[in-house]
């Protein structure tokens, strides 16, 4: 089985400051790693994933996330965040050898203030 | 543009109803999930279906059932509705044996049981 830990139930900063997301998972068999955003009154969408090679890996909108695989964790950054990466992110894995049921964190709410 | 459609984006049931939630998905996906989410437990999965007629429990199926008649339609059922299924659910589809792709999302529906 599978568990995803997200410390940060909430995580407010500063326009223009960077944050960072703290993810760790445990799990027996590898897996895929993936950060999950979801806005105000909406359903989740992904922002990145991690599959294999390069352990940074990167969104469009400015987001980054490194796979650490000593330490299992997945922590998502971003140098400088916008009044509109307020959200909710979660953090997933599922297993690389089949299915595709997701496990996920409970969550860190950002937001982000003027 | 692909869409999961959830039938209902708000709903206020009574205690003891038997509540259908509705989801449908225009993706031609296999496989289809009903998750749970509440504050500070994130998702959490009831049941989902690798194909139609198909289903299998997730980490919360108490008090729940679904329903597969058609690929693009999965029903999520309350038996008798309870203030404890008070939350937010979330329905999801993906596309079968590819745990690496992404999975999308509907928009969610509150249920407030009273």
């Known amino acids: 089985a599978q568990s995803v830990t997200q410390l940060d139930s909430q995580v407010p900063v500063f326009e223009e400051a960077p944050v960072e997301l703290r993810c760790n998972y445990s799990?027996?068999?590898?897996?895929?790693l993936f950060w999950y955003v979801q806005y105000p009154n909406q359903g989740l969408q992904l922002l990145l994933k991690y599959l294999s090679g390069s352990t940074l890996v990167e969104s469009i909108n400015g987001f980054e996330a490194e796979f650490n695989k000593s330490q299992t964790s997945f922590h998502l950054r971003k140098p400088s965040v916008h009044i509109s990466d307020t959200a909710e992110y979660f953090c997933?894995?599922?297993?690389?050898?089949?299915?595709?049921?997701?496990?996920f964190g409970t969550g860190t709410q950002l937001k982000v203030e003027l | 543009d692909v869409k999961v459609t959830q039938s209902s984006r708000y709903l206020v049931k009574r205690t003891g109803e038997k509540v259908f939630l509705e989801c449908v998905q225009d993706?031609?996906?296999?496989?289809m999930f009903w998750y749970r989410q509440d504050p500070g437990l994130g998702l959490r999965l009831i049941y989902f279906s690798y194909d139609v007629k198909m289903k299998e429990k997730g980490d919360i199926p108490e008090g729940y059932s679904v329903s597969r008649e058609k690929k693009e339609r999965f029903s999520l059922i309350l038996e008798s509705a309870s203030t404890n299924q008070t939350s937010m659910y979330l329905c999801a589809s993906h596309v079968s044996g590819t745990p690496n792709t992404e999975a999308f999302f509907g928009q969610g529906t509150r249920l407030t049981v009273v």
């Open positions: 799990s027996s068999v590898s897996v895929y």
């Open positions: 993706m031609d996906h296999e496989n």
């Open positions: 997933a894995v599922t297993r690389t050898g089949g299915g595709n049921k997701l496990t």
